[in-house]
Nanobody
Framework: QVQLVESGGGLVQPGGSLRLSCAAS????????IVWFRQVPGKGREGVSC??????SSHNADPGRFVMSVDNAKNTMFLQMNSLRPEDTGHYYC??????????????????????WGQGIQVTVSS
């Protein structure tokens, strides 16, 4: 069973950068659809970025500022966040979708279920 452990959150000033990490054990990230979500105060859960290495699929809600990547040697996914804004403040989660027959691509629409979740990590953008 895949387990995910997040790190790298914290307090950053507007305009700054953070890199979130999500280390996986018990499974290989490249075999799965993987995603970063965030829970922003006053809003519901938002998809930030997702990818599935096996078929080259990816989506990014803000490609000019956020970059998602995977280090297969470390079995770790990353979310590089640049030019951060106060409205980026929230709790960030990584998640993995377990394989399903004929599954492909990635998504963060509500009907597209992710099965394994990290514990979440706080990102606060404030001066």
């Amino acid at each position: 069973q895949v387990q995910l452990v997040e790190s790298g959150g914290g307090l950053v000033q507007p305009g700054g950068s953070l890199r979130l990490s999500c280390a996986a054990s018990g499974g290989t990230l490249s075999d799965h659809a993987i995603v970063w979500f965030r829970q922003v105060p006053g809003k519901g859960r938002e998809g930030v970025s997702c990818m599935r290495e096996r078929d080259g699929s990816s989506h990014n809600a803000d490609p000019g500022r956020f970059v998602m990547s995977v280090d297969n040697a470390k079995n770790t996914m990353f979310l590089q966040m640049n030019s951060l804004r106060p409205e980026d403040t929230g709790h960030y989660y990584c998640a993995v979708r377990l394989p399903r027959p004929a599954d492909h691509g990635c998504s963060w629409y509500p009907g597209y279920k992710y099965d394994i979740w990290g514990q979440g990590i706080q990102v606060t953008v404030s001066s």
